[in-house]
Every structure is written in C-alpha cells, then in structure tokens.
C-alpha cells in the first residue's frame, strides 16, 4: 500500500495555523465554549507562499522513499487530489531513494494520483549522480513509477566531466527527448 498525501498536508496545516487568529471559529452564541476540540478540517485549495513540499512513497521493503523535494515562491495546492501548481520553483528529483537531478522551472504541476511531475515555462535539470549534465527545454513530465523523463520543446544539453571546466558532449535543439531517472540513456528520435 502506497501511502501519500502528508506532503501536500503540511502546507496546509502551516497555513491554518497562521490564520487561526484571523476569522477562525467563533464562540457559541451562549457565550459558552463547547470544551471539545475535533481534529483541523482542512480546505480543500491552499493558496500560499513560500512553498515546500516534499513528496514521498513507500518504496520496496516498506520504507518511505524521498521522490520529490521543490520550493516553490508561490502556488496552490489541493490535498484530496493529492496535486498542485507551483510556481518559481526549484528543487530535486529522486530515483529510488537517492538524489537524481537538480530543477529549476518557472512552474510545476504534481500530482500524485497521476505519478506526475510536469515543469514548464523553460526548464533546466542539472544531474547529480553522474554529475556533469544539464539539459534545459520548455517542458519536463516526469514520470514517478516509469522513472521516464520527457523533454520537450528546444531541448538542448551539454556534458561536463566532474571537475573539468570544458564541455566534452553537447547537443540541440532538438524538439524532444527521452532520458530515463539516472539520466544515464537518452533517446533522440
């Protein structure tokens, strides 16, 4: 069993708590409090600032696996469906567990439901195990169970050996590519 959602939970709960003095339950018209508390009804949209969301799942063996980390400036987030739109963001892809890339993207839609990642509006994925990759496009979806990356729209990349200083591989435009997780295997068709 896969277990989601508190990643998109937490901020909601951050900003109930900021607003809980700011028009939040009232007291009976008696005059007299119920003396009982229920648990937080959260909304079903979230618009904040300063995002960060941290998405996991459980992954073989039953531990909870890290798949995505993003900051975000601004964005809304629905926690029913599990999925959102953030916006100047910036953040890490996971691949089993383990660091796989770096991002930066104007926007992001995840959703969760979907195992879905797309970043938009002039990406840019920098690898990190192996180092030395970058590749930038208009558009990156993610998928999280394929582990499959699709760039599109004047995809180009450009290969630096660790430490080096000098582009040894570069490539592009080109108007789509394919590249699993690792980033290891690109596919031009």
């Known amino acids: 069993m896969k277990r989601f959602g508190l990643a998109w939970v937490v901020p909601a709960v951050a900003l109930l708590a900021l607003a809980g003095g700011c028009g939040g339950r009232k007291p009976p018209a008696d005059g007299q409090g119920s003396g009982k508390k229920g648990p937080p009804t959260l909304p079903q949209f979230v618009t904040s600032s300063g995002i ?7 992954g ?4 909870l696996q890290p798949i995505l980390e993003v900051q975000a400036e601004t964005g809304d987030l629905n926690a029913q469906t599990q999925s959102g739109r953030l916006m100047k963001t910036r953040g890490r892809f996971f691949n089993q567990g383990k660091p796989a890339a770096r991002f930066q ?3 992001v839609d995840a959703n969760q439901d979907r195992h879905e990642v797309l970043a938009r509006g002039g990406v840019t994925l920098t690898s990190i195990e192996p180092a030395g990759l970058t590749v930038t ?3 990156v979806v993610w998928n999280t ?8 729209g004047d995809v180009r990349f450009a290969y630096v050996e660790p430490g080096g200083t000098v582009v040894t591989a570069a490539g592009g435009p080109f108007d789509r590519i394919t590249m699993n997780a ?3 295997r690109v596919t031009i068709p």
């Open 137 to 139: 496009a208009r558009n």
């Open 52 to 58: 960060e969301v941290r998405w996991q799942e459980q």
């Open 105 to 107: 993207a104007p926007e």
């Open 182 to 184: 690792e980033m290891r």
């Open 60 to 63: 073989k063996g039953g531990r």
């Open 145 to 152: 169970l394929s582990g499959t990356i699709l760039l599109r």
